[in-house]
């Protein structure tokens, strides 16, 4: 089982990214799916998860700015990130089953 993720860099405030997280060795589609990041100097935070019956949750604050979305075929997560902040400047991660990617690093400056 393995998570790889990709598609971060620097980004300025307002901007956009997507995030992809390649999967191999299990079943996408009968998984959820989570998204979890950790800024600099701080914890682990929760940021959206997609379940198998297609539901999908966020945290407030990435409400309306972040969108998860599972492309099964190709066993692929993503997460469109948009208006973007320096407060999202953090290493995000996939996770599934209990497995972790290594991460991919968003710096969001001017």
């Known amino acids: 089982v393995q998570l790889v993720e990709s598609g971060g860099g620097l980004v300025q405030p307002g901007g956009s990214l997507r995030l992809s997280c390649a999967a191999s060795?299990?079943?996408?589609?009968?998984?959820?799916m989570t998204w979890a990041r950790q800024a600099p100097g701080k914890g682990l935070e929760w940021v959206s998860s997609?379940?198998?019956?297609?539901?999908?949750y966020y945290k407030d604050s990435m409400k309306g700015r972040f969108t998860i979305s599972r492309d099964n075929a190709n066993s692929t997560v993503y997460l469109q990130m948009n208006s973007l902040q320096p407060d999202d400047t953090a290493t995000y991660y996939c996770v599934a089953g209990g497995i972790w990617g290594r991460g991919t690093q968003i710096t969001v400056s001017s």
């Open positions: 060795g299990f079943t996408l589609s009968s998984s959820p």
């Open positions: 997609f379940y198998s019956d297609g539901s999908t």
